[in-house]
């Protein structure tokens, strides 16, 4: 690999900084005013010719960042496609018969609120078929298996069929979209199943859409009625009574969620569970800590030497061991603590093994206990725990003598203090971006301070995500997760533009966390597509936190979905939403802003970052395992997307971004000092001696500092009111450093871990990394030879660095103590604003001798 350079040119008040690093392509960034080539040095531009070329070619106007590996989605003509949008949807609830709700229909209601009011309003046909009556047997088979077939022009829904039965009950609703209703008429049948030929007809009942009635919710459900069935020509009335409820609803209607829906109509089998919106709740997670104190009468099968031992402890998959004990006895001692994470119901034991190091490469089984985690205490404080002594079964017995395991006579024992920590917060998301904050026991929960309302709308311009019949299609759904609680609205088929408009409500304990959106291609809809293989696509995801939204504002915006691949930065589609945060008690708010964020015990026993690290990624999986388990099941890797399961792995998109979100912290620090550098050198002389002036003021009254800076953020804080943000934040391309990223960077980003890429690829990412290691290093290299030069002005490694030092103390000590200090402050102050005319090009006597002390940069090897 070609290793090139990268150069950074940076305007400052001192002029141009120079600084190359080297990287696997080459990039010029141009951070200041836009006459920068005029500024950069000529020995500069004719060192590197490169630049002084680019300088010439770039255009006049540009003062951005110019990468020539820019990906073709990330020109500035699709820039706006990345920015949060606007809209102006009709939300509330808005009646077909009488405009807004409430205005007329064949029910009407003078409530002035609405429980769904963040979301479209979506009109639907109901039809509830409940059960039938004295159903007539066909006469050859003495039997009637019957089912119900709803029809609505083109649209068919059946029931389940029931053999042998005349008095079925099938208590299924049928939704048709009002949109898309092209009859005017509503034929319910009712058919005997048939095993060879065609089924038999028994039935039908007949509606008149113009006579169907309107429900609105929270009005109690349509009472079903029994009708008499007639035959094929509606002339007559048959044998038989078929009990149904028909009503015009919107998806506020209680019955919506479980309906069958006539946009899901080509959806068999066990498909049909899969699009319909659920609610799910995670599992209730604990943390289990272990206390390993110390064990007795460890017997080995070797007589000849004592046992130098360790436990291991499993609960489920997670394995964790403890120290080898030091020293070779019978009566080993740890005191070491190990950290699981559980979930209710508790299905795993806590399985404890004790183990011989008999060798490097061999481990002896010395005894074993499995332990129902339901036996253990659980712990709502820090108070101490009793431990508890455990016998073990021992190994090595054959099956004749199985029963010998469980013999006391100097059976071995472990000591253990166990517990489940209920005063903490379990954390399953990473904690840049939570979205609760509370303890495991329910006992420690505050009250909430705010209700969160979300309005799923709609999605908008959605890329194909799979093909069928030789066309590309989407199935599209969205997932919601804040706190406990997950939400995933139903399934849209084949469309581009799906419109969910399903409205969804959580309890707020916390401004400062953060709601996640998702948006999926459903994958397992029966057919072909279902395999154990199949995974649902990402599409998108959205956060929003709460803190930064206003109270009682509904905020209706349409957020791009942007999804990172390895061709690049790619734009699925459009999320459109809306939201309000409802505050209960402003009190209660601010009381939070000055409390800590997880529960205190995770500052009173903190745990270290590696374990944090760890008991997250194991949290995360009990979740996407337990939801797995749901019906329909919320998958693997829609959980893992949601909860970021990869956002602690390597990327050097992720390192570039966090470091110029470092240098973006000190620009404000950077521009001071140039402000302070060209008052220094009277760049303005009117500035520079209205600072005299104040100078002088602050040192006659010192009391006035402090007011005087509080007073300024005051007022700047009043000046930036009037440019505050109008819009939430949302996933920003340039923060992230994704539109111009490289392609190997994306690969290697990308890859599995450990890597699944060939021998010269590896090699050639990890020359990289030393390099930017590299670099690293000399930076804190640098930092540490700048304070070991410190220490040594008072350690006496240069004696006359030191002496000389100590003296310049004592004479400094005895001025100061027989000047005023307002006296010192104000020499120091002028000497710092002393005109140009009375400055040196050359470097300051402090600087000279703070550059002379030595380090211990040549002591390393």
Known sequence: MVEKTTFVLQSGASGICLLPHPTTFCEINLLGADNLASRVPAVAQTAFPQIAEFLERRPKTSAYTTHPTMHPQATPNHQDDFKLKDTHPKLGERWPHGGIRGGGGWISSDRATSTYDLVEQMYYLYVRVVK??????????????????????????????????????????????????????????????????????????????????TRVPPDSPLAPQ???????????????????????????????????????????????????????VSPKLWYLRVNVIEAQDVETPDKTQLPQVFVKAQVGNQILKTKLCPTRTTSPFWNEDLIFVAAEPFEEQLVLTVENKASQSKDELVGRVALPLTMFEKRLDHRPVHSRWFNLERFGFGALEGDRRHELKFATRIHLRACLEGAYHVLDESTLYVSDTRPTARQLWKQPIGILEVGILSAQGLLPMKTKDSRGTTDAYCVAKYGLKWVRTRTILDSFNPKWNEQYTW?????????????????????????????????GKVRI????????????????????????????????????????????????????????????????????????????????????????????????????????????????????????????????????????????????????????????????ILPTVFLYMFIIGLWNF??????????????????????????????????????????????????????????????????????????????RATSLFVVLCLIVAVVLYVTPFKIVVLVAGLFFLRHPRFRSKLPSVPSNFFRRLPARADSML
């Open 722 to 799: 009037r440019f505050r943000p109008r819009h939430p934040p949302h996933m920003d391309t340039k923060l992230s450093w994704a539109e111009a990223v490289h392609p190997d960077e994306l690969d290697e980003e990308f890859d599995t871990f450990p890597t699944s890429k060939q021998q010269d690829i590896v090699r050639m990412r990890y020359d990289r990394i030393r390099s930017v290691a590299g670099r690293i290093q000399t930076v804190v290299g640098d930092m540490a030879t700048q304070g070991e030069r410190f220490q040594s002005l008072l350690s006496w490694r240069d004696p």
């Open 226 to 280: 029994w009708y008499r069935l007639e035959d094929r020509h509606g002339q007559s009335k048959v044998r038989g009574d078929i009990m149904l409820a028909v009503w015009m609803g919107t998806q506020a209607d209680e019955a919506f969620p479980e309906a069958w829906h006539s946009d899901a109509a080509s959806v068999q089998g066990e498909g049909v569970f899969s699009v319909r919106s659920k609610v799910y």
């Open 545 to 704: 936190r709460l803190s930064t939204l206003e109270t009682d504002r509904i905020y209706t915006h349409s957020y791009p979905l942007l999804v990172l691949q390895t061709s690049g930065l790619k734009k699925m589609g459009e999320l459109q939403l809306a939201f309000r945060f409802t505050c209960l008690s402003l009190a209660n708010i601010i009381y939070l802003y000055g409390h800590p964020l997880l529960p205190k015990m995770h500052y009173l026993h903190p745990f270290t970052v590696s374990q944090l690290d760890t008991l997250r990624y194991q949290a995360m999986n009990i979740v996407a395992a337990r939801l797995g388990r749901a019906e329909p099941p919320l998958r693997k890797e829609v959980v893992e997307y949601m909860l970021d399961v990869d956002s602690h792995m390597w990327s050097m998109r992720r390192s570039k971004a966090n470091f110029f979100r470092i240098v973006s912290l000190f620009s404000g620090i950077m521009s001071m000092s140039r402000w302070l550098g060209e008052v220094s050198h009277w760049k303005n002389p009117v500035t520079s001696v209205l600072v005299h002036v104040l100078l002088f003021i602050l040192i006659c009254y010192p009391e006035l």
């Open 507 to 539: 309890e707020v304990y916390d401004p400062c966390t953060v709601i996640t959106l998702g948006v999926f291609d459903n994958c397992h809809l029966g057919g072909a597509e279902r395999s154990a293989a199949a995974k649902d696509s990402r599409i």
């Open 132 to 213: 039938g009556k004295d159903l007539p047997v066909n006469p050859v088979t003495g039997s009637c298996d019957p089912y119900v077939e709803v029809k609505l022009g083109n649209y068919r829904g059946k029931t389940q069929h029931f053999e042998k039965r005349t008095n079925p009950e099938w208590n299924q609703v049928f939704a048709f979209s009002k949109d898309k209703i092209q009859s005017s008429v509503l034929e319910v049948y009712l058919r005997d199943r048939e095993m060879v030929g065609r089924d038999d007809y028994v039935g039908k009942v007949v509606f008149d859409m113009n006579e169907v009635p």
